[in-house]
């Protein structure tokens, strides 16, 4: 399906307070919904799991990290910012655009650093 030329890559990062983790369905079937209602879809969600903040954010020394990747359009990313702004689950939450040429260069690091790797196996069994 080819990309439509409207959309943009985004990442959403946000941080859920802590006290949730048993019960954190209904908060990223929220966030889902958020992006949805924006027009906009999920194409990936990484869980980080709970980890330490590096100073309290409204109160919390811990949260609870997620980070999506979307597809936007141009309107999605001040109605979704909007709305996490004003939900209580959400502690703090980082949307930005990705830039093509730097995933393109990450791309082409990663695939140079795993043929480093194989190169090393390689050796390392011959030896």
Do not use: C, Q
């Not at 889902?32 to 980080?48: L, N, Q, R, S």
């Not at 330490?52 to 141009?74: F, M, N, Q, S, V």
């Not at 703090?92 to 040429?101: A, E, G, M």
Request: aromatic share 6%.
């Amino acid at each position: 399906m080819p990309k439509d030329v409207n959309l943009s890559e985004y990442e959403l990062v946000v941080l859920f307070r802590p006290e949730l983790e048993a019960k954190l369905d209904a908060p990223l079937k929220n966030v889902a919904k958020i992006v949805t209602d924006a027009e906009g879809k999920i194409t990936a969600e990484e869980d980080w799991g709970r980890k330490e903040l590096a100073y309290k954010i409204a109160g919390e020394t811990h949260a609870i990290y997620r980070i999506y990747t979307l597809d936007l359009p141009p309107t999605a990313p001040s109605k979704i910012s909007s709305t996490l702004n004003i939900t209580s689950d959400v502690i703090r939450y980082l949307l930005t655009k990705v830039d093509p040429k730097v995933k393109a260069v990450l791309a082409e690091e990663k695939s140079l650093g795993s043929e480093s790797d194989e190169t090393e196996t390689t050796e390392n069994n011959e030896e």
